[in-house]
């Protein structure tokens, strides 16, 4: 509901500090409703040019306010994205339903990276420093956002929470999303990849619930398989249910409390920062191509002159 409700709107707090949210917009009100009747009485109210629907409000201001909402926040996580290239870093944003335990892997993959990698975290919650203060814990610096009655992180406070992590080059950076498995999949937030952590304790069919979470996402983490014994889960219809709304997204089941998984999820990690520099290596070696041709056009120039 925040592309169209605004809940971004109002007191945002990095590290205790307020910041104002840069989402304003006026409701407009109208009348129209597109509402999908299904089998049984049931109905679906995602049916309309907007895909949502909000009381009293028309899908075309519907569809107003979400561009506009979401076209300022591209610039900020384009803002974002490019400082991170300039550093040579990578972001990866975590998303996940609340107590799928992304912060007990998070502390996990911490602990097994720090000695290798530079690494920041940008924590997010509507309240409390306590997953910041985890963080903390591990000697790796974190920033803590905390939203109010926000229901997901924008590229605007992640621009902030940077401003106060400075992160170093070619590092890897963190970003813990509020715990929900709507609204953070509609925000880039700069971020290199999506992550989504569905853990077993939920149901093995929250990705065709949830799709767009999983359409975002490069990678989904099944979490908490030390509990398979003990629940209702399919994994092979969840990463079917997964693979049926996005045919790309990789999967690892991983268990942060007995360490099944987590080598794998950490080498993933370390993919992706091997990808960046890669990738910075090609730059740098196209722009040194180009300097040795202008430097040879320059010298032939040269002869020609001096004959």
């Known amino acids: 509901m925040c592309k169209v409700c605004g ?3 109002g007191e945002v707090r990095v590290d205790g500090k307020i910041h104002e949210s840069p989402h304003s917009h006026d409701h407009d009100l109208g009348h129209e409703a597109h509402i999908h009747h299904e089998h049984d009485g049931d109905m679906h109210f995602g049916h309309g040019p907007a895909g949502t629907h909000v009381g009293g409000v028309s899908q075309s201001n519907l ?3 979400e561009e506009n909402i979401l076209s ?11 400082r991170l290239d300039v550093l040579g870093a990578v972001a990866l944003n975590l998303v996940s339903s609340p107590g799928a335990g992304k912060t ?4 996990e993959t911490l602990n097994r990276l720090k000695q290798d990698f530079d690494m920041c975290v940008i924590e997010g919650d509507q309240e409390s420093a306590n997953d910041a203060d985890r963080i903390r814990a591990t000697g790796v610096r974190a920033v803590q956002i905390n939203t109010g009655r926000g229901c997901h992180l924008d590229a605007h406070m992640v621009g902030h929470a940077m401003d106060e992590l400075d992160p170093p080059g070619n590092s890897i950076v963190f970003i813990e999303n509020i715990g929900n498995l709507v609204c953070p999949s509609g925000f880039d937030l ?5 992550v989504v952590i569905l853990s077993v304790a939920e149901g093995d069919d929250k990705p065709i619930k949830y799709p767009d979470a999983f359409a975002a996402a490069d990678l989904m983490l099944i979490s908490k398989t030390d509990l398979l014994p003990h629940v209702d889960f399919d994994v092979s219809a969840c990463i079917e249910h997964a693979r049926c709304i996005n045919p790309d997204i990789e999967v690892i089941e ?4 007995t360490g099944e998984g987590v080598d794998q999820w950490v080498g993933w990690v370390a993919g992706r920062r091997r990808e960046r520099l890669e990738s910075e290596q ?3 070696q196209s722009r040194l191509s180009k300097i040795a041709a202008a430097i040879d056009a320059n010298d032939e120039l040269q002869r020609r002159h001096d004959a």
């Open 7 to 9: 809940c971004g709107d």
């Open 63 to 65: 569809l107003k306010i």
């Open 72 to 82: 300022k926040n591209d610039g900020f996580a384009q803002a974002n994205r490019d």
């Open 104 to 107: 007990t892997l998070l502390v």
């Open 190 to 194: 700069g971020e290199a990849s999506k």
């Open 254 to 257: 991983l268990s942060a409390k």
């Open 282 to 284: 090609q730059d740098l």
